[in-house]
């Protein structure tokens, strides 16, 4: 059985597209910076608690010795 999908729709023109643009920046730029500069960092901070600093590895000293 062949299931045809519906052809996809054409692209936007170029006035729309320059019209839609810097909606399209502000939102990556709310979206990415809100995270990398609130949710991240307590991310991190959270882990660095949980974890410790080592994050939760175990590190074979005599290893690094040689």
């Known amino acids: 059985m062949v299931v ?3 052809a996809p729709p054409p692209p936007l023109p170029v006035a729309m597209r320059v019209i839609y ?3 399209y920046v502000t939102g990556l730029v709310l979206r990415y ?3 990398y500069l ?5 991310e991190v901070l959270g ?3 949980s974890y410790g600093v080592d994050g939760g590895v ?3 000293r005599d290893a690094n010795q040689k």
């Open 4 to 6: 045809l999908a519906p």
């Open 21 to 23: 643009a810097p909606f």
């Open 33 to 35: 910076g809100v995270y």
């Open 38 to 42: 609130i949710v991240a960092p307590f």
């Open 47 to 49: 882990r660095t608690l």
């Open 58 to 60: 175990d590190r074979d």
